[in-house]
């Protein structure tokens, strides 16, 4: 028997790294303020990883959807599978050449483009797109925060968030 509601239990989930981080910190605070300066020290080191692991936390829930979109993305050994009702496909990390967010439908699509195959095209809230968070963060010169600001921006065009080389002049700008 569960004395939660199924809402607040995923709402709990779905904030899981923020509040561990919140308990190591008040552990860290605890040992601190404690017995005297011989735990004072890994207390501070507890604090510092709390507000780590917190900061960590709070960009993946702005990353994380509702997961009862359409399809399942999977994530194994620098492969990104996803298994949709109509499409799906498959692109591994390394030969990847362009990460877009395509706002053209609801809800907004990830584009996936890798050279000598078609785009693959992720909805943002289908099941287990939490696991592209840790792909994406591996692509070099992503910039996590610009990507998550236009994820949470509510606009109708589609941007590019990350580019291997790119085909564009210098004078151009992504977005």
Do not use: N
Request: with cysteine.
């Amino acid at each position: 028997m569960s004395f939660l509601r199924p809402e607040a239990k995923a709402e709990l989930w779905r904030w899981r790294e923020v509040l561990c981080g919140a308990a190591v910190i008040l552990l860290g605070l605890w040992l601190v303020a404690g017995p005297g300066l011989l735990l004072a020290v890994p207390g501070y080191a507890l604090i510092a990883g709390g507000v780590a692991f917190v900061w960590l936390g709070v960009q993946r829930v702005r990353f994380r959807k509702s997961g009862h979109g359409a399809g399942a993305v999977q994530v194994d050994e620098g492969q990104i599978a996803y298994f949709g009702p109509l499409t799906g496909g498959v692109v591994a990390l390394r030969e990847m050449e362009r990460l877009s967010l395509v706002r053209g439908s609801y809800p907004a699509h990830w584009k996936l483009e890798q050279p000598g195959q078609s785009a693959v095209m992720i909805p943002v809230d289908a099941a287990g797109t939490d696991a592209l968070f840790d792909a994406f963060a591996v692509l070099p010169g992503l910039k996590t925060e610009r990507m998550l600001a236009e994820l949470a921006d509510d606009k109708t065009l589609s941007v590019v968030i990350w580019e291997r080389q790119s085909m564009r002049p210098a004078s151009t700008l992504l977005h």
